[in-house]
């Protein structure tokens, strides 16, 4: 299976925002859930969010209201669209095809404050 790659990530300011996406090869796309994870310096990975094929959506606790994960299967793109970003999201963060083993190369969001 081809990785998904992301893009989107960036240097901003606590308070600030960025889009994420993820582009997932394959005409399966439409089937299958999408995942967004992150990683911080010295901590464990951890699900941020995931979008089911048919749309519904569930978050991390720590993100609701501030992120929206959202899809378009004519683009075999997952989005992640993170506002009033804090400090303490800063991570790489990476999207993964549920249920699947294939990693992309992730994309850096650092949020200074």
């Known amino acids: 299976q081809v990785a998904p790659v992301e893009s989107g990530g960036g240097l901003v300011q606590s308070g600030g925002s960025l889009r994420l996406s993820c582009i997932v090869s394959?005409?399966?796309?439409?089937?299958?859930?999408m995942e967004w994870y992150r990683q911080a310096p010295g901590k464990q990975r951890e699900l941020v969010a995931g979008?089911?094929?048919?749309?519904?959506?569930n978050y991390q606790d720590s993100v609701k209201g501030r992120f929206s994960i959202s899809r378009d299967n004519t683009k075999n793109t997952v989005y992640l669209q993170m506002n009033s970003l804090k400090p303490e999201d800063t991570a790489v963060y990476y999207c993964?095809?549920?249920?699947?083993?294939?990693w992309g190369q992730g994309t850096q969001v650092t949020v200074s404050s």
């Open positions: 979008i089911s094929p048919t749309g519904n959506m």
């Open positions: 993964k095809v549920r249920n699947s083993d294939s």
């Open positions: 394959g005409s399966t796309f439409w089937l299958r859930g």
